[in-house]
């Protein structure tokens, strides 16, 4: 069974950063494309950011575009979430999600339906 870990959330000012981490166990890593999904209270659960099985494809909602970052180290089974130019509308509960990347050529997802396994999330605040 995949478990998924993140970490790395806080409280941050407006204008500030975080990376957040998120790590894999229990299959191999490589063989599963990677979403960040956020959560805020009373909205629905929306994708920020994928990247590909490879590390080399990588996909954002336009809200994140230009300031947030998805990477992968897969030799080290994590996906990160670098955010900068932090905002008070990216305050939100923020998750890890894996999808199994040999049912599909499609590539990283933003259908949060497709995605098998999720982490427990970290909370994301930015104060203004």
């Known amino acids: 069974q995949v478990q998924l870990v993140e970490s790395g959330g806080g409280l941050v000012q407006a204008g500030g950063s975080l990376r957040l981490s998120c790590t894999f166990s229990?299959?191999?890593?490589?063989?599963?494309?990677m979403g960040w999904f956020r959560q805020a209270p009373e909205k629905e659960r929306e994708f920020v950011g994928g990247?590909?099985?490879?590390?080399?494809?990588?996909h954002y909602t336009d809200s994140v575009k230009g300031r947030f970052t998805v990477s992968r180290d897969n030799a080290k089974n994590t996906v990160y979430l670098q955010m900068n130019r932090l905002k008070p509308d990216d305050t939100a509960v923020y998750y890890c999600?894996?999808?199994?990347?040999?049912?599909?050529?499609?590539?990283?997802?933003?259908?949060?339906?497709?995605?098998?396994?999720w982490g427990q999330g970290t909370q994301v605040t930015v104060s203004s």
């Open positions: 999600a894996a999808d199994w990347a040999g049912d599909s050529t499609a590539g990283v997802t933003s259908n949060l339906y497709s995605y098998d396994f």
């Open positions: 229990g299959r191999t890593f490589s063989m599963y494309h």
């Open positions: 990247i590909d099985w490879s590390g080399s494809s990588t």
